[in-house]
C-alpha cells in the first residue's frame, strides 16, 4: 500500500502530530513498511483458528477468602494523626 505526503499530513493531524520536512521521508517509509506487513497478514489462512479472549494460558491460582486475625478499631486508630475515636479524620477534599 501507498501512502502519499497528504495522507500523511492527515494522519498527522488526526493524531495531533506535527511533522517537520525533514522527518516526512523516514515516516513515509516507516508506515508504508507497516501497512505491506499488515496486509501479508491478510493474505493468511485464519479459518481454523480460534479468536483469543487472553493472551496467556496462565491462570489465577485464587486463595481461599477466609476470616483471620485482624486489627480491631481501637488499635487501628491508635496511629492515626487525626481520629474522633470511630474513624479516621481526613481534611475535606470535596465541597
Known amino acids: 500500500m501507498q501512502i502519499d505526503k497528504d495522507t500523511l499530513h492527515k494522519i498527522a493531524h488526526l493524531a495531533r502530530l506535527e511533522i517537520k520536512p525533514e ?12 501497512l505491506s506487513w499488515m496486509e501479508h497478514l491478510n493474505e493468511l489462512n485464519t ?3 480460534a479468536p483469543l479472549t487472553h493472551i496467556s494460558s496462565e491462570i ?18 491508635l496511629n ?3 481520629q474522633d475515636g470511630t474513624y479516621f479524620r481526613v481534611p475535606k477534599v470535596i465541597e
Open 23 to 34: 522527518e516526512e521521508a523516514p515516516l513515509l517509509e516507516s508506515l508504508v513498511s507497516v
Open 47 to 49: 479459518d481454523d483458528v
Open 60 to 77: 489465577n491460582v485464587m486463595r481461599e477468602d477466609t476470616v483471620g486475625n485482624h486489627l480491631s478499631r481501637e488499635k487501628g486508630l
Open 80 to 82: 492515626a494523626p487525626s
